[in-house]
């Protein structure tokens, strides 16, 4: 294949990568994003390996079968939960991939036309070494992101004194080091750089809360990109270099749109939570507290004779794989003259738009489908809000408490609704930590079960 039917081929995958990010951008678009997304990825595919450059077919072949397998079984097995921490893992991938191709780069030069070793060109070293760096800084952080999603790890933020002014001393380090092995290429400043980028990807994730994890995710989904953009320009791989700064900005821009939606500090978030304080007092449990609670009869009952309802659901619905049971309950208030919607919080679940898959999943239409910002000020309007293991993303916390490690954030306003019906296995505090004084309002009924098991129950009483 001569090198101009490549790069009119790679050209052609860029646009189809470029049309994806489009096509995904909207619900009503997303299946024909993926497809685009499917077809630049078999392009680039197929014009790489019909490159003369590549030699060992039974190796790349062995490797996408083995690949291939693994990614089937994991896709047929994998819950809609455990979706957030099978990203994550991902991720780490990518990076652990970008430090790979660093290394073979750095040791046989010659074999990517940039060099001999220990002499290799001097801007394919810099692209080299920061793309290893990246690369580290990714896989390192998506390793404590899925343990933190797995809850291997806590979610709380994990600080210790200290902590920024030695992550700073790390970072110029790292850049300190990509500047000597420009003048003295060395084999212990590689791997230094390796090494020191690996424990800063662990520092910077692990003080992040549980509340920040969807902008976390977001942004190791970045960083993947820029990992592999860097390293396309160690391959001269123009394909790659575009595919990562696609990945790269749009993952930069996702984060920086999801902290402003969560009144955070994009700098803040990046850098490992800077801002956040290893003092900050637990919020005391509030088994003290009265609590009204109901029945699935009791919220049939009060949810038929509303005029408008309006659901909030949260990770306890994805838990529970409630979403078909919910939208069942959904269609028959509907049927009985309710206005019915559905609120979503930008952070609510695990990852950026959780909970938008999961409802589009149960095929709840998307005009049904509100964010934030468009239904908060109709919560004061409504009859009532029926929030299905959502807890954080309504903590009227966040509004009042200044010792709280999620104040600021903006929630969704349930408790100026008339009536809130909130379902929860218990009286557990919520993936960040903190308690929700929402349970003990004067209008708020708990429903302590199952989130599946209750909405089936709803259905039976409503029918």
């Given at each position: 294949?001569?090198?101009?039917?490549?790069?009119?081929?790679?050209?052609?995958?860029?646009?189809?990568?470029?049309?994806?990010?489009?096509?995904?951008?909207?619900?009503?678009?997303?299946?024909?994003?993926?497809?685009?997304?499917?077809?630049?990825?078999?392009?680039?595919?197929?014009?790489?390996?019909?490159?003369?450059?590549?030699?060992?077919?039974?190796?790349?072949?062995?490797?996408?079968v083995i690949g291939g397998a693994i990614g089937?079984?994991?896709?047929?097995?994998?819950?809609?939960?455990?979706?957030?921490?099978?990203?994550?893992?991902?991720?780490?991938?990518?990076?652990?991939?970008?430090?790979?191709?660093?290394?073979?780069?750095?040791?046989?030069?010659?074999?990517?036309?940039?060099?001999?070793?220990?002499?290799?060109?001097t801007a394919s070293l810099i692209e080299m070494t920061l793309g290893l760096a990246i690369g580290a800084i990714t896989f390192t952080g998506s390793i404590i992101a899925f343990?933190?999603?797995?809850?291997?790890?806590?979610?709380?933020?994990?600080?210790?004194?200290?902590?920024?002014?030695?992550?700073?001393?790390?970072?110029i380090s790292i850049f300190g080091l990509i500047i000597l092995i420009v003048l003295d290429q060395n084999e212990a400043i590689f791997w230094s750089i390796l090494a020191l980028s690996f424990l800063i990807?662990?520092?910077?994730?692990?003080?992040?809360?549980?509340?920040?994890?969807?902008?976390?995710?977001?942004?190791?989904?970045?960083?993947?990109?820029?990992?592999?953009?860097?390293?396309?320009f160690t391959l001269g791989n123009s394909l790659l270099i575009i595919t990562g700064a696609l990945v790269g900005s749009s993952g930069a821009i996702l984060s920086y749109i999801m902290c402003k939606g969560m009144n955070r500090s994009f700098f803040s978030v990046i850098l490992g939570g800077f801002g956040v304080e290893s003092d900050l007092t637990d919020v005391q449990q509030?088994?003290?507290?009265?609590?009204?609670?109901?029945?699935?009869?009791?919220?049939?009952?009060?949810?038929?004779?509303?005029?408008?309802?309006?659901?909030?659901?949260?990770?306890?619905?994805?838990?529970?794989?409630?979403?078909?049971?919910?939208?069942?309950?959904?269609?028959?208030?509907?049927?009985?003259?309710v206005n019915v919607r559905y609120a979503i919080h930008p952070v609510a679940g695990r990852m950026p738009g959780h909970m938008n898959v999961l409802l589009a999943?149960?095929?709840?239409?998307?005009?049904?489908?509100l964010e934030l910002d468009e239904i908060n000020r109709d919560f004061s309007q409504t009859?009532?809000?029926?929030?299905?293991?959502?807890?954080?993303?309504?903590?009227?916390?966040?509004?009042?408490?200044?010792?709280?490690?999620?104040?600021?954030?903006?929630?969704?306003?349930?408790?100026?609704?008339?009536?809130?019906?909130f379902i929860k296995r218990s009286m557990a505090s919520g993936y960040a930590g903190v308690d929700n004084e929402l349970f003990f309002r004067d209008n708020t009924m708990m429903l302590f079960s199952d989130a599946k098991k209750m909405c089936d129950e709803i259905v039976q009483a409503l029918n």
């Open positions: 294949m001569t090198d101009d039917i490549s790069a009119f081929l790679y050209l052609i995958s860029s646009v189809c990568f470029i049309l994806a990010l489009r096509g995904l951008s909207s619900p009503d678009t997303a299946r024909q994003g993926n497809i685009f997304g499917i077809s630049g990825m078999i392009i680039a595919i197929g014009t790489t390996l019909a490159l003369p450059e590549v030699l060992s077919y039974e190796v790349i072949i062995a490797g996408l089937t079984v994991i896709a047929r097995k994998i819950e809609m939960t455990a979706l957030p921490q099978l990203v994550a893992a991902f991720h780490s991938l990518v990076g652990l991939a970008a430090c790979f191709v660093a290394a073979a780069a750095f040791y046989r030069p010659e074999a990517y036309g940039i060099g001999q070793f220990l002499n290799v060109n343990g933190k999603l797995q809850g291997i790890i806590s979610g709380a933020p994990l600080t210790f004194k200290g902590q920024h002014f030695f992550n700073a001393i790390l970072g990807g662990i520092l910077i994730i692990i003080p992040i809360g549980g509340a920040d994890m969807p902008v976390v995710i977001s942004m190791l989904n970045s960083y993947s990109g820029w990992a592999a953009c860097g390293i396309g509030g088994s003290d507290k009265a609590i009204k609670s109901g029945s699935a009869e009791d919220a049939a009952f009060i949810m038929e004779n509303a005029s408008s309802v309006i659901i909030v659901p949260g990770y306890g619905m994805a838990v529970a794989q409630a979403q078909h049971a919910l939208r069942e309950m959904g269609d028959i208030l509907k049927e009985k003259g999943e149960a095929n709840v239409p998307y005009e049904q489908v009859d009532v809000a029926f929030v299905i293991g959502a807890n954080d993303v309504t903590n009227p916390a966040a509004k009042t408490d200044t010792s709280s490690p999620i104040y600021g954030m903006p929630i969704l306003d349930v408790e100026n609704a008339q009536t809130v019906l």
